[in-house]
């Protein structure tokens, strides 16, 4: 029988917290709105334009690197890249599908342990869950909204969550078992760094579903995983454009980017998360009353995911995650190579959030009063951001606007002479499409491509 738990005190969590959910939604809608391509998008859209969705494809699968999956993802986008509001369809998707696969995930999950949310509450959950993941974000600019990052790594990493949502739904569905193919299919041929952790993760779960009883039925869904994950990882690894690109990066060594990885860690520590410690802090302490709602059933979690344990497991797959990029490049990864460390630690912080509010004892009504309020404060927070980034962002694509006014009216007029463009506003949370001092800078030369420019541009000093 679904478990379903006993009516405490009344209160506003559940409207809360699905409005504070629905607002972080409208915040990336909004700045979907006012999005644009940037840096490499305009070189990228210009090959598309030329040489079509699937032509571009094998052009990069032969010339530069296997992420054929990523690349055919961003040139659908690139594709449609001259209609006004290709980018904001483009986020509204992505919000819709992250926040959908956030919540099968969910969902899975707590039927495992006999609990059934209604969808306001699944929504409000997910939605939560998911600008957890948003604000603490390393650097949201490019995890976000660079168009061309989202492909090969926010995107690796929701289809990575719908794909495990799925397996835990356990059903004996033909179009089940697809999906869950398809999913693994496609993160097999996006980030090859993000790959490695997710074929862990899927080993790790295959030998547990010969050790746990528990997940026993799953074991045939998780081959299906694999199958689609290998066949698609195996056309990435084999891409001619491979070796090319490695040819471009610094001779890998392991003791160099074991040290990088090390002080990249400490870096995480000292300063990205204690620099979102407020948000930490109050997204578990908002978590806690799930934990609290359905103490009885979180108990039954075995002890051996006891603390240490999962700080292990957290240590190891944040360290394999950054070394694999570091071992690459020999340097700190980019800021968009880190969502998937942001997602583990996240899950980390919901688990103990939820496991000590399934411990804690306190008077219904104070603990109602307290969560209550920080949902307001929340609520409160989440209206500022819009108010500001949307006063941010508006000036931003404002002035992109004007520029690209300009230039083509400068192209009309078959100017020669090299223009000095006036410096973007700030850009928000948004990723900046500004230009560099420099005609030569690939930045530059990106912009001068994709809108056919016959003269040189740059930014002001």
């Known amino acids: 029988m679904v478990f379903k738990p006993a009516k405490a005190l009344k209160s506003y969590y559940n409207l809360l917290s699905a409005f504070a959910g629905f607002l972080f939604v409208s915040l990336y809608c909004i700045l979907s709105y006012y999005n644009s391509f940037a840096a490499d998008d305009f070189f990228y859209i210009n090959d598309v334009h030329h040489a079509g969705i699937i032509g571009t494809m094998f052009k990069y699968y032969r010339e530069w690197g296997g992420r054929w999956i990523t690349c055919l993802h961003a040139n659908i986008i690139y594709y449609f890249s001259a209609y006004k509001y290709t980018i904001f369809i483009y986020g509204f998707i992505t919000i819709i599908l992250f926040t959908l696969s956030i919540n099968i995930l969910l969902r899975n999950v707590l039927l495992k342990l006999n609990i059934n949310l209604n969808k306001l509450k699944l929504f409000a959950f997910s939605s939560l869950i998911l600008s957890f993941l948003f604000f603490t974000s390393f650097n949201i600019p490019e995890i976000w909204f660079w168009n061309g990052a989202t492909a090969s790594y926010l995107y690796s990493v929701i289809f990575m969550t719908l794909g495990f949502g799925l397996i835990l739904n356990g059903k004996k569905s033909f179009i089940l078992k697809t999906l869950i193919f398809i999913c693994f299919f496609i993160t097999g041929g996006e980030s090859e760094t993000y790959a490695i952790v997710i074929f862990l993760i899927l080993i790790f779960a295959l030998v547990l579903s010969y050790r746990n009883k528990l997940i026993l039925s799953l074991r045939k869904d998780i081959y299906i995983a694999l199958t689609g994950f290998i066949i698609s990882f195996i056309i990435t690894c084999l891409a001619p454009g491979n070796q090319n690109r490695m040819l471009f990066l610094p001779h890998p060594d392991i003791l160099k980017a074991s040290l990088i990885t090390f002080k990249f860690l400490a870096n995480i520590l000292l300063h990205n998360i204690i620099q979102d410690s407020g948000w930490y802090l109050l997204f578990f302490l908002i978590f806690i009353r799930i934990g609290y709602e359905y103490r009885d059933k979180f108990k039954i979690i075995n002890n051996a995911l006891h603390f240490k344990l999962s700080s292990a497991l957290l240590i190891i797959m944040v360290f394999i995650s950054i070394f694999s990029t570091v071992y690459l490049l020999s340097d700190y990864p980019p800021g968009r190579c880190t969502f998937q ?18 411990k804690i004892k306190l008077n219904d009504r104070f603990l109602s009063f ?13 209206l500022l951001i819009i108010y500001s980034q949307v006063g941010i962002v508006k000036k931003y694509a404002k002035a992109v606007d004007n520029r690209k006014e300009l230039l083509e009216q400068l192209r009309a007029e078959k100017n020669s002479k090299t223009i000095d463009l006036k410096s973007l506003p700030a850009s928000g949370y948004l990723f900046s499409s500004e230009i560099s001092t420099d005609t030569n800078s690939y930045l530059n030369k990106n912009l001068k491509h994709v809108m056919n420019l016959g003269f040189n541009v740059k930014r002001e000093k």
């Open 341 to 358: 460390i942001t997602y583990f630690i996240a899950i980390y912080v919901l688990f103990w959030s939820i496991r000590i509010g399934a």
């Open 370 to 382: 307290i969560i209550n309020g920080l949902l307001l404060i929340l609520i409160v927070l989440f």
